[in-house]
């Protein structure tokens, strides 16, 4: 039974890391959907529209954080086109400008986990969610 | 014999010869016709500015913002949008335009400028030179804004750093490198004069069509180009294929497949206002610029843009031309 399970699970994980290597287009827009859903609650604090809660503030900002660590590595050759990507020809032409892009969100979200409370929290959130345009405006396509 | 047949060749020759004078006086004609026609002055007729109050340094700077000015003539390379330096290149499939440097230097800019011949350029797209412009600058929008709007608009620019060098020239392929034909375009394509509100709609919707259709330009890149690079009508609002590249220009009509049939108000407003999508998604690309420059407008400005473009029919997004 926990032979089972264990199989199950490291077949689980074997094909979740598979479909990493093999399907980086799939994996960089996952990454994407989980900040596009951590911006969501962040807003929704921001606005006064759901109460500050210093907890789901440290996660949205942690969301940020590994997925400015793992986003550069996604884009391999190999992965230009394809899966309906959008992402720019600029994101091989400028490998440079595009990981310090990344290193950028990444301190701008490291530096909001440190909010303890809204008013810092909004701030910072702020900070942290001008990369999104500014990157795309950069390195995706019109879409 | 001879002689009879000799006739008829001097007759001939007469007949060939008048034929000829006509068909050379006519094409004279046509030319002086063309070339009267596509007179800038002519063909596109600026509004004349008479006396005007002093200028309202802010409302110009909330028309630089809204028209987005910075976008294109901004010096390329650097942070700071009121240096005006132009020499952004825009590719079209006629060659290559260059934003020309809009800065008050006298001598690269236009600080020798008189407020009517701004008005010219940004009514009717014409040039100092009394030349036509194109309309890579998009007069086509520009020209709703009113004279005196536009009379602000110059003011503010005029309070900005002046920067020198010129951009290069534009690199058109034949025959578009020929300024006259532009004339010829705005027969066909241009409509001159200023925003005309709509009584029966609401202050916010009029506000609104004037900043979606004026300075805004949202049309401009929102809707495919017939073979001249004329927006088509019919097409305006639905966004499309980009031409520019591989992308696709999004559907702002109220389409409910593509386009923002199911966005509220709010939500169209706050995209303008931080680049985010209903579904917190960022906006990127050339957009993600306009959203710097839509940010600073007031939230009533933001909200009423939002208002017209609810108001917009549901119109399909054309699809790819096959092979691109």
Known sequence: ?143 | MDRSAEGIGEFAMLLLRRLLVTLVLLAAVALGGFYLLTDPRIVSPAPEIGALPAPDLENGKLLFAAGGCASCHATPGQNDRTRLGGGLALASPFGTFHAPNISPHTRDGIGNWGVQDFVDAMAAGIGRQGEHLYPAFPYTSYRLIPPKALADLFAYIRTLPPVEGRAPAHELRFPFNIRRLVGGWKLLFFQGGSFKPDPTKSEAWNRGAYLVNGPGHCAECHSSRNAFGAVIPATRFAGGPDPEGKGTVPNITQDEADGLGKWSKEEIAELLKTGFTPSFDSVGGPMADVVRNMAQLSDADRAAMAEYLKSLPAVATPPRPQGK
Not at chain 1, 44 to 58: C, H, L, N, V
Not at chain 1, 129 to 139: F, L, W
Request: net charge positive; with cysteine; proline share 3%.
């Open chain 1, 1 to 143: 039974m926990i032979r089972t399970a264990f199989v199950l699970l490291s077949l689980a994980l074997g094909a979740t890391a598979a479909m990493a290597e093999t399907n980086p287009i799939a994996e960089r827009q996952q990454t994407m959907k989980a900040v596009s859903a951590a911006t969501r609650e962040g807003a929704a604090m921001a606005k006064g529209d759901t109460p500050f809660d210093a907890g789901k503030a440290q996660s949205v900002f942690k969301t940020y954080a590994d997925a400015a660590k793992k986003m550069p590595a996604l884009f391999p050759d190999s992965s230009k086109s394809g899966g309906e990507t959008t992402a720019s020809p600029k994101v091989w032409e400028d490998q440079a400008g595009f990981k310090a892009a990344f290193a950028k969100f990444e301190a701008d979200a490291e530096a909001g986990a440190k909010a303890g409370d809204l008013a810092d929290f909004r701030t910072a959130f702020g900070a942290a969610t001008k990369n999104c345009g500014a990157c795309h405006e950069a390195y995706r396509i019109k879409k």
